[in-house]
């Protein structure tokens, strides 16, 4: 019984500690007719400023011929964005939306700093909670917009529920 506890535990520690000490959070979205994958880092400077580091793949099927052009996210902490990379930033930020287009890409690599309040108390998933990709036809028109989804925690779970699977078989050996 007492083995099961601590499997039990280190099972937990996992799922718990797991996602703070990862650098990057990956992300995937699908809409209509789009779809991508790609990383976030988000980089906490201080409570007034932060840095975010987005990378972007265009995984929609080549006969769709769809482009990514553009993301936005809002937290009502951020006044303010500086943006990097390809791309105009069209939302600055100020109202607590950062908005930025770029041309017809099919990968894409940005880098954001922050300025607002709060910063440090903000993590990637609550960053993610109203991020959405658009994308473009070969004309320039969006024709699509994709939300975030977070596949890691339903990961984290089966990791779980596999090493206490693990555990369990070790013991009825041990018992027999």
Same mark, same amino acid.
């Given at each position: 019984?007492?083995?099961?506890?601590?499997?039990?535990?280190?099972?937990?520690?996992?799922?718990?500690?797991?996602?703070?000490?990862?650098?990057?959070?990956?992300?995937?979205? %699908?809409?209509?007719?789009?779809?991508?994958?790609?990383?976030?880092?988000?980089?906490?400077?201080?409570?007034?400023? @932060?840095?975010?580091?987005?990378?972007? %793949?265009?995984? /929609?099927?080549?006969?769709?011929?769809?482009? &990514?052009?553009?993301?936005?996210f809002s937290n009502p902490s951020i006044l303010g964005a500086?943006?990097?990379?390809?791309?105009?930033?069209?939302?600055?930020?100020?109202?607590?939306?950062?908005?930025?287009?770029?041309?017809?890409?099919?990968?894409?690599?940005?880098?954001?700093?922050?300025?607002? #309040?709060? &910063?440090?108390?903000?993590? #990637?998933?609550?960053?993610?909670?109203?991020? @959405?990709?658009?994308?473009? /036809?070969?004309?320039?028109?969006?024709?699509?917009? @994709? /939300?975030? /989804?977070?596949s890691e925690p339903s990961a984290l779970i089966l990791l779980?529920?596999?090493?206490?699977?693990?555990?369990? @078989?070790?013991?009825?050996?041990?018992?027999?």
């Amino acid at each position: 019984m007492k083995s099961i506890r601590v499997i039990f535990f280190i099972c937990l520690a996992c799922m718990v500690g797991w996602p703070v000490t990862v650098a990057a959070l990956p992300i995937s979205g %699908q809409g209509n007719v789009g779809s991508f994958s790609g990383e976030i880092h988000y980089f906490p400077e201080n409570s007034d400023v @932060a840095y975010v580091k987005l990378g972007l %793949q265009n995984t /929609s099927p080549e006969s769709q011929y769809v482009y &990514l052009a553009g993301v936005t996210f809002s937290n009502p902490s951020i006044l303010g964005a500086w943006f990097e990379g390809t791309g105009t930033l069209r939302q600055d930020g100020s109202n607590g939306e950062v908005l930025v287009y770029f041309g017809q890409e099919k990968e894409v690599w940005l880098s954001l700093a922050l300025k607002g #309040e709060k &910063l440090d108390t903000i993590r #990637e998933e609550k960053l993610l909670s109203n991020f @959405a990709v658009f994308f473009s /036809s070969k004309d320039g028109n969006i024709v699509d917009k @994709a /939300s975030v /989804s977070l596949s890691e925690p339903s990961a984290l779970i089966l990791l779980g529920i596999g090493l206490l699977g693990l555990g369990v @078989a070790g013991r009825r050996k041990n018992t027999e």
